[in-house]
């Protein structure tokens, strides 16, 4: 196996190349790549959300809400999105 570097908020993180299954879910209309290692666990308000069964504190989930608006970029730039999203989640 090979391994990748990435970067995240200032940290380098090697990465094993791993497997990736995918998940679909029809009724919401979304499809994800996740590494075939996670498990897909239940969470209160989480549409789907799978985690590393080593280090939990990796996750990846979808939360499906329904708004008010008719375009996405009502929302928003990605880049405002993305600082709005980070935000809220460091305050949790």
């Known amino acids: 196996m090979s391994s990748k570097l990435f970067s995240s908020s200032s940290q380098v993180y090697a990465v ?51 708004t008010r608006i008719s375009d996405l970029a009502e929302f928003g730039t990605l880049q405002f999105v993305a600082d709005k999203l980070i935000q809220a989640e460091r305050r949790k």
């Open 16 to 66: 094993e190349d791993q497997e990736l299954g995918r998940y679909t879910d029809s009724n919401e209309g979304f499809t994800l790549l996740v590494p075939s290692s996670w498990i897909k666990v239940d969470k209160a308000g989480a549409t789907v959300l799978f985690e590393d069964p080593i280090q939990k504190s990796n996750n990846l989930g979808v939360v499906v809400s329904p």
